[in-house]
């Protein structure tokens, strides 16, 4: 069940496009299945007509280097504040001596967990507004106004396909929009290396952090806001008309060639070209043996 | 090497319409409090459409239903998201990524740890091709 492999073999059967045997996709083994032969189809499939264009906002490489590096600063005290506390719990369990927490670790999320449920939180204002039940919304404790995801570090997809739309519904109005930041791939390494913690790749930042200014304006001059045309009623109800084409398309797959059943014409045939001489031979076996 | 193209129409190309217009009519109802049953009933017979039909939809597409009261799913209004991990040593192959629906509290749960370089089949490369 290696999945490189099956990548690999699918590859190879879109290339060779119009062969009448493209490599079996998916081997059960046995050798029957390996001489079946597979021919190409196309298979009409419809997609999500929200998810056609990417609602992540660009960010252009340079600038992404430097949000980066300016992170890695904001989080260096921090960061050395974990080794301390891991050392020290490390080497003894008995003393509590631990330096003081770091101002901003009050105001900032680290992980997924913590940061959509935060981003959930600010949403609660929404939700509550547009569920009939009785809801009660959620303490407005704190508000993110940036997001950083290291989204091409986190695989599978799915960990991050919502964020555009998290991020868009936790804003409390268009003025004030949570700014969704993607950064490049290996910024979850280096995150991760400043931070002492493993596989750190989402970060949420409340706005009014001191040390983060110079980051945040920087931000804000350079990467737009999450755009989501098909919610914008959410915040101006008579903005909610967004329509699009059905998002059809081809999935270029392969299907094995089988006979077909219940064919009527093919039966005729046979029983045409090989009625005549059945009899002769049916006679001729009968005739020994009886 | 031969190429061989895609076919220029889609067959009963109105069902996909039909499914793609209820599903944003669905998506617009669900904002208004006043039509969230109409929503719901929308995305039914989306479901119902596409069943009886026998169409391909990609799952981009359908995972924004709920399965079991068909609630137009938004995260942050109408999905909760959260990493969930019962495994004794918290090892990343055990992460679960569970999606609730908030409206009838079906879960939804991607084991994703299992396969970290999974893609889906309508999001590989080189599959999918545009049609006219």
Same mark, same amino acid.
């Given at each position: #069940?290696?999945?490189?492999?099956?990548?690999?073999?699918n590859?190879?059967g879109?290339l060779?496009?119009?062969?009448?045997?493209p490599?079996?996709?998916?081997?059960?083994?046995s050798? &029957?299945? #390996?001489?079946?032969k597979r021919?190409?189809?196309?298979?009409?499939?419809?997609?999500?007509?929200?998810?056609?264009?990417?609602?992540w906002?660009f960010v252009?490489?340079e600038?992404?280097g430097t949000?980066v590096d300016?992170?890695?600063?904001i /989080?260096?005290?921090l960061?050395?504040y974990?080794?301390?506390?891991q050392?020290?719990?490390?080497?003894?369990?008995g003393?509590?001596q631990?330096?003081?927490?770091?101002?901003?670790?009050?105001?900032?999320t680290i992980g997924?967990?913590?940061?959509v449920?935060a981003l959930? &939180?600010?949403a609660?204002?929404?939700?509550?507004? /547009?569920?009939?039940?009785?809801?009660?919304p959620?303490?407005?404790?704190?508000y993110?106004?940036?997001?950083?995801v290291?989204k091409y570090?986190i695989?599978?997809a799915?960990?991050?396909?919502h964020?555009?739309?998290?991020?868009?519904t936790?804003s409390?109005?268009t003025?004030?929009k949570?700014?969704l930041?993607q950064?490049?791939?290996g910024s979850m390494?280096?995150l991760s290396?400043?931070?002492?913690m493993e596989n750190?790749?989402?970060l949420?930042?409340?706005?009014?952090?001191?040390?983060?200014?110079?980051?945040?304006?920087?931000v804000?001059?350079?990467?737009?806001?999450?755009?989501?045309?098909w919610?914008d009623?959410?915040f101006?109800?008579d903005?909610g008309d967004f329509?699009?084409?059905?998002a059809l398309?081809f999935l270029?797959?392969s299907a094995p060639?089988?006979?077909?059943k219940?064919?009527?014409?093919? &039966?005729?045939k046979?029983a045409?070209?090989?009625?005549p001489?059945k009899?002769?031979?049916?006679n001729?076996?009968?005739?020994?043996d009886? | 090497?031969?190429?061989?193209k895609?076919?220029?129409?889609?067959?009963h190309?109105?069902?996909?319409?039909?499914?793609?217009?209820l599903?944003q009519a669905?998506?617009?109802?669900?904002?208004?409090p006043?039509?969230?049953?109409?929503s719901?009933?929308y995305?039914?017979?989306?479901?119902?459409?596409a069943?009886?039909?026998?169409?391909?939809?990609?799952?981009a597409?359908?995972?924004?239903?709920?399965?079991?009261?068909?609630?137009f799913?938004?995260p942050g209004?109408?999905?909760?998201?959260?990493i969930?991990?019962?495994?004794k040593a918290?090892?990343?192959?055990n992460?679960?990524?569970?999606?609730?629906? /908030?409206?009838?509290?079906? &879960?939804?749960?991607?084991?994703v740890?299992q396969?970290r370089?999974?893609?889906?089949f309508s999001?590989?490369e080189?599959?999918?091709i545009p049609a006219l």
């Amino acid at each position: #069940m290696s999945g490189s492999n099956k990548n690999g073999t699918n590859k190879n059967g879109g290339l060779e496009k119009g062969s009448s045997v493209p490599p079996k996709k998916e081997a059960t083994g046995s050798l &029957k299945d #390996m001489e079946r032969k597979r021919r190409q189809v196309f298979k009409p499939v419809l997609d999500n007509p929200f998810t056609q264009s990417s609602l992540w906002p660009f960010v252009e490489p340079e600038i992404a280097g430097t949000i980066v590096d300016s992170l890695s600063a904001i /989080l260096s005290g921090l960061g050395s504040y974990n080794r301390t506390v891991q050392e020290a719990a490390r080497l003894d369990k008995g003393s509590k001596q631990t330096p003081p927490e770091p101002e901003i670790k009050q105001h900032i999320t680290i992980g997924f967990n913590s940061t959509v449920e935060a981003l959930e &939180k600010q949403a609660s204002i929404h939700r509550h507004r /547009l569920t009939t039940k009785k809801h009660k919304p959620g303490k407005q404790g704190r508000y993110l106004k940036y997001v950083f995801v290291t989204k091409y570090d986190i695989t599978p997809a799915v960990l991050t396909n919502h964020f555009p739309v998290l991020a868009f519904t936790a804003s409390s109005s268009t003025e004030n929009k949570v700014k969704l930041v993607q950064l490049p791939r290996g910024s979850m390494a280096k995150l991760s290396e400043v931070l002492h913690m493993e596989n750190t790749g989402i970060l949420g930042f409340e706005a009014h952090i001191k040390e983060a200014q110079f980051l945040f304006k920087y931000v804000d001059e350079h990467i737009k806001d999450v755009e989501v045309p098909w919610l914008d009623g959410l915040f101006d109800p008579d903005n909610g008309d967004f329509f699009s084409k059905p998002a059809l398309s081809f999935l270029s797959t392969s299907a094995p060639i089988l006979p077909k059943k219940n064919d009527q014409k093919a &039966k005729k045939k046979q029983a045409t070209t090989l009625e005549p001489p059945k009899p002769t031979e049916d006679n001729k076996k009968q005739k020994p043996d009886s | 090497m031969k190429v061989s193209k895609a076919p220029k129409s889609v067959p009963h190309k109105d069902h996909y319409a039909r499914i793609s217009y209820l599903f944003q009519a669905s998506s617009h109802l669900a904002l208004n409090p006043q039509y969230d049953v109409l929503s719901r009933h929308y995305a039914r017979t989306l479901d119902l459409v596409a069943k009886k039909t026998v169409l391909k939809l990609t799952p981009a597409l359908k995972r924004q239903l709920c399965k079991k009261c068909n609630t137009f799913l938004i995260p942050g209004l109408t999905v909760k998201i959260h990493i969930e991990n019962l495994s004794k040593a918290k090892s990343l192959r055990n992460d679960v990524l569970v999606n609730e629906c /908030l409206e009838c509290g079906e &879960k939804k749960r991607f084991p994703v740890g299992q396969q970290r370089d999974y893609v889906l089949f309508s999001e590989k490369e080189d599959v999918k091709i545009p049609a006219l």
